[in-house]
């Protein structure tokens, strides 16, 4: 990837491009640079800032801001990927940037230079950017939130759009994997004319991405991959298995359940026989050959910018963004089984739903309960989402004595409306009267629900209506009442709706000049204010709030905060052209905020850029941060979820198994829950034993709000040099040093953080019963409530290199090397604010938390240029991994747990699956047409490779981690100039 000098911005001057200025016309000169507000005409700053150009965005192979955005080394792991296909909320769809490995709610979007709107959980989506209005992308590898407020703890992405552009350029892009699917198309046109008076600037673009398949991926095709066909299939298949009376077959003691022979009469007991064990897959269900790998996505953008200048010195500006995106996610049928449905009760009262002994397809008289996989219909969910947004400035300039002024007030409004359609979940209400009594009646030759002709309901699927379900009768064999039939379908699956809102409105007034001048130049402020209101909804399907499907359910969240903010930023020249100090300039800043939802904070930035001499700046920073809590993170309704994660109990799989002390804390009941039985094994669904983790459990756990959270605090500091030496001409070297430390941290928690806090880590406050609860008999999991809370703290640091050299010109070409590599010191956390509890160390490891990142991240991109011809070639590296070894776990390890002995100083002796480094190389050939176009022809991964099996599945529903590639990418982009 070619990235642009670190440390270094653009300047933009406002003025029409190729405009005379007149003798007595005040310019309103701007210099933009992301990370301050005084405008100055030094485009070298303290601030370590990486810019990547229009030019440098058109070579790589990737068409989307979050995609370029993602494959920069400081790039953490994407909070929700494409691979995500289960998650579920008002976030599904979304594109999201996670700097430092912090989480991307603690990374800042701008779009030029102001906010973009957010989604009540306070993430800020990039799909909704058209690449076609892109400028420049200036990314802030540091803490800026004395600032811009709230959220800059680990950096600020600042998109900046095209401006003054003349004359008109469509654009082309057409792309697949080597597989012969995923298929992606990007159209585009860009058009704009200046005056002296004002300019416009239209950008328009459509966006298709097909989705890719499970089955079509060996690390995806089966639960455990290839190396494991048979492991992780689910007793709950599309098959059926079915608790018989012992007269039809002898249940094993494992599962209890009998399978009918295909083909085979269900009221002949000779045709069952007793569901296949855990190492068959003959009654067991592959969920993955329904499921996509990756998400399909459809986006229609519109931007459109323009400015006036209603005099010399005062100038109005406006832009304009319409997005809407619409993706679509594919999960297999849903796997029924016998629990509980709570609230639902059946009439009966059991809070199980069974086939009734009444039913015509019961030849037992007895109720039986099953397992049953809706293959016919699976989960599909598509998430629409329209972005308006309108933003409107006044700006101008004036000069006081010999010192100019700058001034602007404006605001911007940004609206995203989502409509989230599902379809797939059974309707509980429906699925009693399915599984009910029926009868067959002779007077139309239909089995209808009833006793009898005088205790009939209408046969079909409008309200009132009712149609009786033979779970018999398995995937692919069809027929009346399978859930092969239309009608049966339209009964037992409805359609949910759920909508969503969130309005951010913002204004502003900035004042910046100098106020005298000093020996070593002017003093400059900049000082301002600034009103934000968040206001957002999320209102789910009533069948969800009433807990009448077997989707999750899941509470309203509603609700809003407003904040004001007033800054102070001063720039001092200290000394200029002295020995040992061609120049040596301070920089602070404060921003003061009151929020309406907990109270005031204040936060400063202390920066210094120190350049011994011409080729050599050295520069650092201290910065404080906050981030507020969310919408959602405060007013957010209680939803439902069926976690996965590994149960460290497990005495097979978990870190019982090796670690003694777990093993204590387990079978004592330690932090007050029940001791886990010998032997004890997690269950996953159809309460069959996991034999993959993390293991997704068949019981029910909710997450929610908490509206007693307070701010996150941090403290970020950078020490770094940037080297551009005179006697090698275009060379410039850079070194950055990081640490962030985030106090008081707000995190979400999830099944696995807790119960590995709890017996791993021994913090007993996280063993309480209002977190979680087991069965004191069983030792499973039953009840568990999460959410967001103030515990503890994360801790980061690391360095930043960069290298970029322009040869000189050489007879066969033009060179240009562009080398950035982000190295992890170390990424820790502490799980709560217990002196006792252990510090983990996240830095290579995956699987427990998400903010678990690669050691060494590296892109070394090469450019070639001669007359209309050009070439790049990029190199992403990402160093080795680790995670808890669930595979072959027998004394001494097996083959994948390659490191079974180790032993870690926040968990102790734990094993491990060790995978190695990986790289992927993207070409790329350009040849620039007499005609003023642009061919460019390129493949990402270009050599195919596959990253390694990652059990833990991080950022993903497979086991692979859901940054990498998944094949071969070609591609092919054409773009006009008129």
């Not at 069952?272 to 499921?291: I, L, R």
């Not at 109720?367 to 409107?392: C, H, K, N």
């Not at 490779?945 to 993903?956: D, I, K, L, Q």
Request: aromatic fraction near 12%; glycine fraction near 10%.
């Amino acid at each position: 990837m070619a990235l642009g000098a670190s440390g270094m911005a653009f300047a933009q001057d406002t003025k029409p491009a190729g405009q005379a200025q007149p003798a007595n016309t005040k310019t309103l000169q701007t210099v933009v640079v992301t990370g301050s507000r005084i405008r100055s005409a030094d485009i070298e700053t303290a601030q370590p800032i990486i810019v990547m150009d229009r030019t440098q965005i058109a070579h790589q192979g990737f068409n989307s801001v979050a995609d370029i955005l993602q494959n920069l080394p400081q790039a953490g792991t994407p909070p929700i990927s494409r691979s995500s296909v289960l998650a579920s909320g008002e976030a599904v769809g979304g594109y999201y940037i996670d700097m430092r490995s912090l989480g991307a709610n603690r990374t800042l979007i701008l779009l030029n230079g102001k906010r973009l709107g957010t989604i009540t959980s306070g993430l800020q989506d990039l799909s909704q950017i058209p690449v076609a209005a892109i400028d420049r992308i200036e990314v802030l590898k540091d803490g800026a939130s004395a600032i811009y407020g709230s959220d800059a703890i680990a950096g600020v992405v600042n998109i900046i759009t095209r401006k003054n552009f003349d004359g008109a350029e469509a654009s082309a892009y057409l792309g697949q994997y080597s597989q012969g699917d995923g298929d992606k198309q990007t159209y585009s046109m860009t058009m704009g004319a200046h005056s002296d008076k004002g300019s416009i600037t239209f950008s328009a673009e459509y966006s298709k991405e097909d989705p890719v398949w499970a089955k079509d991926r060996d690390f995806s095709r089966y639960p455990d991959t290839t190396r494991h066909p048979q492991d992780g299939w689910t007793v709950v298949s599309q098959y059926g298995n079915f608790f018989m009376p012992d007269s039809y077959c002898t249940p094993s003691p494992r599962y209890g359940t009998c399978a009918l022979n295909p083909g085979g009469d269900p009221a002949n007991p000779a045709d069952w026989h007793t569901t296949s064990g855990p190492d068959t897959t003959p009654d067991h269900s592959n969920a993955n050959e329904e499921m996509m790998l990756t998400t399909g996505i459809e986006r229609h953008s519109l931007f459109v910018s323009g400015d006036y200048n209603i005099t010399d010195n005062i100038k109005f500006s406006s832009d304009f963004l319409y997005n809407k995106r619409e993706t679509t996610q594919q999960v297999a049928g849903y796997p029924f089984q016998p629990a509980f449905y709570l609230p639902f009760t059946p009439p009966d009262g059991r809070g199980v739903i069974g086939l009734s002994p009444g039913s015509y397809f019961n030849p037992t008289g007895e109720e039986i309960d099953f397992y049953r996989r809706g293959w016919e219909v699976p989960r599909v969910t598509q998430m629409d989402l329209a972005t308006y947004r309108f933003s409107g400035t006044l700006e101008g300039s004036f000069d006081i004595g010999e010192h100019s002024w700058n001034w602007d007030i404006g605001g911007f409004v940004n609206d995203n409306e989502t409509l989230q359609t599902g379809h797939g979940d059974f309707s509980l209400t429906s699925l009693t009267g399915a599984l009910g009594p029926s009868f067959l009646d002779p007077s139309t030759g239909l089995v209808t629900c009833g006793t009898g002709p005088d205790n009939a309901l209408p046969y079909g699927s409008a309200p009132g209506s009712c149609v009786p379900w033979n779970p018999f009768i398995p995937a692919g064999q069809g027929g009346k009442n399978s859930l092969s039939d239309p009608t049966l379908q339209a009964y037992l699956f409805p359609y949910s709706h759920d909508v969503g809102k969130t309005r951010t409105v913002d204004y502003s007034a900035n004042l910046t000049g100098s106020v005298l001048t000093l020996p070593a130049g002017d003093l400059s402020v900049a000082a301002g204010f600034e009103y934000r209101h968040e206001s957002g909804s999320f209102v789910p399907d009533a069948l969800k709030q009433s807990a009448l499907s077997t989707d999750l359910s899941s509470g309203p969240t509603g609700g809003e905060y407003n904040v004001k903010e007033y800054y102070v930023e001063v720039e001092a020249p200290l000394l200029k052209d002295v020995p040992f100090a061609k120049s040596l300039t301070a920089n602070v800043a404060s921003r003061y905020s009151d929020y309406s939802s907990f109270g005031t904070t204040t936060n400063n930035k202390y920066s210094l850029a120190w350049k011994p001499f011409d080729d050599l700046l050295i520069r650092g920073t201290y910065a404080q941060g906050f981030r507020a809590p969310t919408i959602f993170d405060l007013f957010g309704g209680i939803g439902g979820t069926f976690d996965s994660y590994n149960d460290p109990c497990d005495t097979a799989n978990g870190a019982a198994a090796t670690n003694p002390a777990v093993a204590q804390r387990c079978a004592s009941g330690f932090g007050g829950q029940p001791g886990t039985p010998a032997g004890f094994v997690q269950l996953g669904q159809g309460n069959a034993p996991c034999t993959t983790f993390p293991c997704q459990s068949g019981v029910q756990t909710f997450a929610g709000a908490n509206p007693n959270l307070k701010p996150e605090t941090s403290i970020s500091r950078t020490l770094g040099a940037v080297y551009s030496p005179s006697w090698l001409q275009g060379l410039d070297l850079s070194l950055d040093m990081y640490r962030i430390r985030v106090n008081n941290a707000i995190t979400p928690d999830t099944m696995s953080a807790m119960l590995s806090d709890c017996y791993v880590l021994g913090a007993a406050s996280r063993c309480n019963s209002s977190l979680f609860q087991r069965n004191p008999t069983t030792g499973v999991v039953t009840y568990a409530l999460r959410g967001s809370r103030n515990a503890g703290w994360v801790d980061t640091k690391g360095y930043d290199f960069g290298v970029n050299y322009r040869l000189p010109e050489f007879s066969f070409g033009k060179f240009a090397v562009h080398w950035n590599s982000t190295y992890t010191d170390y990424l820790d956390l502490k799980a709560d604010d217990e002196p006792t509890t252990v510090v983990q160390h996240l830095t290579s490891f995956f699987g427990t938390n998400p903010e678990s990142n690669f050691r060494v991240r590296s892109n070394l991109g090469v450019d070639w240029s001669l007359g209309d011809f050009s070439a790049s070639w990029t190199t992403r590296y990402y160093s080795g991994m680790k995670e808890p070894c669930s595979q072959d776990n027998v004394p001494g390890g097996g083959p994948e747990c390659n490191l079974p002995d180790y032993v870690s100083p926040s968990t102790g002796a734990i094993r491990l699956h060790s995978v190695g480094a990986n790289t992927f190389h993207d070409v790329q050939f350009r040849w620039n047409a007499p005609w003023n176009a642009t061919v460019s022809v390129g493949a990402n991964n270009v050599f195919g490779h596959v990253g390694p099996v990652m059990y833990s599945a991080p950022s993903s529903q497979y086991s692979y981690y859901g940054g990498f590639d998944i094949g071969r990418f070609y591609y092919l982009r054409y773009n006009q100039k008129f």
